[in-house]
T-cell receptor
Framework: AQSVTQLGSHVSVSEGALVLLRCNYS??????LFWYVQYPNQGLQLLLK??????LVKGINGFEAEFKKSETSFHLTKPSAHMSDAAEYFC?????????????FGGGTRLMVKP | DAMVIQNPRYQVTQFGKPVTLSCSQT?????MYWYQQKSSQAPKLLFH???????NEADTPDNFQSRRPNTSFCFLDIRSPGLGDAAMYLC??????????????FGPGTRLTVL
């Protein structure tokens, strides 16, 4: 069984400030981890994924995430927030293709960016 | 560009009147999923097709059905929509098979309103 916890359903930062969105997971097998972004009335867009190749993963729009096995974490960061980053962010875990690629989502974090 | 397409983007139906949402993909992925997403919540998996094999989630209401006539298309039928079925419906695809992360690619969603 696997689960995902996103600490903080709402995060507010000022434009130009560091963005840190927290994600902790539990999985009985080595996980694949994903961050998705969702803008209002849109589908989910993949930001980045961890597939065991490298622990620091770079994604689109300047985001990156670091896989820390000892902390069972996969936090999402961006050095400098932009107004266009305001959206809902979902962390998800999967045990991979052999399991039909089922995703378990966290509850989501709404990022607000203040001018 | 290869993509997941959902039609219509917005659908209004009346209480109890059957409605069909459609999804098509040009990615040639063999796994297709339907999710229901309510406001400020994570997507909830309703069912998925692995090739022609239909997999229903245990808590998906009988009111929801799905068809996949070929690799490219998948439909969500809601036989008798209730007010509680108003939500965003997301279609996603992934490449099943051996190994790998198998990330899911999402369409833009159909927002269903039930009057």
């Amino acid at each position: 069984a696997q689960s995902v916890t996103q600490l903080g359903s709402h995060v507010s930062v000022s434009e130009g400030a560091l963005v840190l969105l927290r994600c902790n997971y539990s999985s009985s097998v080595p996980p694949y981890l994903f961050w998705y972004v969702q803008y209002p009335n849109q589908g989910l867009q993949l930001l980045l994924k961890y597939t065991s190749a490298a622990t620091l993963v770079k994604g689109i729009n300047g985001f990156e995430a670091e896989f820390k096995k000892s902390e069972t974490s996969f936090h999402l960061t961006k050095p400098s927030a932009h107004m266009s980053d305001a959206a809902e962010y979902f962390c998800a875990v999967s045990t991979g293709k052999n399991a039909g690629n089922m995703l378990t989502f966290g509850g989501g974090t709404r990022l607000m960016v203040k001018p | 560009d290869a993509m997941v397409i959902q039609n219509p983007r917005y659908q209004v139906t009346q209480f109890g009147k059957p409605v069909t949402l459609s999804c098509s993909q040009t990615l040639n992925h063999n796994v297709m999923y339907w999710y229901q997403q309510k406001s400020s919540q994570a997507p909830k998996l309703l069912f998925h097709y692995y090739d022609k094999d239909f997999n229903n989630e245990a808590d998906t209401p009988d009111n929801f059905q799905s068809r996949r006539p070929n690799t490219s298309f998948c439909f969500l039928d809601i036989r008798s929509p209730g007010l509680g079925d108003a939500a965003m419906y997301l279609c996603a695809t992934s490449r099943g098979g051996s190994g790998g992360a198998g990330e899911q690619f999402f369409g833009p969603g159909t927002r269903l309103t039930v009057l």
